[in-house]
């Protein structure tokens, strides 16, 4: 079966970290560029980090440049995203994507 798995959403304080993992099974993965999205609530989906199928570019929206990291495990079908430094205005339902494959999206509340 087709599918990414998302998983490592929480609550956490302002200034913690997290990592969420996004698990991927029924297709080549490392043909693939990966990508983070998010969606706070009343807001559109935007993209949060883009990695290419072998992890050597990534991109990053401004918001979370610095603080944020993408990284890929192709031997584990694995992409992660390391958040450090989290702000209130991180909450969101976080997404993992491949081209015309949605996962079905982790909570992350930063919240004292």
């Known amino acids: 079966q087709v599918q990414l798995v998302e998983s490592g959403g929480g609550l956490v304080q302002p200034g913690e970290s997290l990592r969420l993992s996004c698990s991927a099974s029924?297709?080549?993965?490392?043909?693939?560029?990966m990508s983070w999205y998010r969606q706070a609530p009343g807001k559109e989906r935007e993209m949060v980090a883009q990695?290419?199928?072998?992890?050597?570019?990534?991109t990053y929206a401004d918001s979370v440049k610095g603080r944020f990291t993408v990284s890929r495990d192709n031997g584990k079908n694995t992409v992660y995203l390391q958040m450090n430094s989290l702000k209130a205005e991180d909450t969101a339902v976080y997404y993992c994507?491949?081209?015309?494959?949605w996962g079905q999206g982790t909570q992350v509340t930063v919240s004292s």
């Open positions: 994507y491949r081209i015309n494959l």
């Open positions: 029924g297709f080549t993965f490392s043909n693939y560029g």
């Open positions: 990695i290419s199928n072998t992890g050597v570019v990534t």
